[in-house]
């Protein structure tokens, strides 16, 4: 019932930029963190940048000071901003959310289908 929607992903040159966005929906009571992961082909999933409800971000190494992630917690939505892309950033990029649902004690963990990034060089 509940869900999570991303969309924004696409094909870009080396130097470019995107902007992910993906949306939480259903029955949620409430959310706690939400963030990106990303999966390129050979590898394991990893995680990107997470952010919490009161706003505290943490980002891998390998993107700090190109990416930056946002939210806003009215729409239970988060955004990934995406810029200086190099080949090394092409994946599927899986939104993730934490939090819990409707029901009393029912514990939240959702993940999205996943949008594709593509960076040429």
């Known amino acids: 019932q509940a869900q999570l929607v991303e969309s924004g992903g696409g094909l870009v040159q080396a130097g470019g930029s995107l902007r992910l966005s993906c949306v939480a929906s259903?029955?949620?009571?409430?959310?706690?963190?939400m963030g990106w992961f990303r999966q390129a082909p050979g590898k394991q999933r990893e995680l990107v940048a997470s952010?919490?409800?009161?706003?505290?971000?943490n980002y891998a190494e390998f993107v700090k000071g190109r990416f930056t992630i946002s939210g806003d917690n009215a729409k239970n939505t988060v955004y990934l901003q995406m810029n200086s892309l190099v080949p090394e950033d092409t994946g599927v990029y899986y939104c993730?959310?934490?939090?819990?649902?409707?029901?009393?004690?029912?514990?939240?963990?959702?993940w999205g289908q996943g949008t594709q990034v593509t960076v040429s060089s």
């Open positions: 993730n959310a934490e939090g819990a649902g409707r029901k009393w004690g029912d514990y939240l963990e959702l």
């Open positions: 259903g029955r949620i009571y409430t959310l706690n963190a």
């Open positions: 952010i919490t409800a009161g706003g505290a971000t």
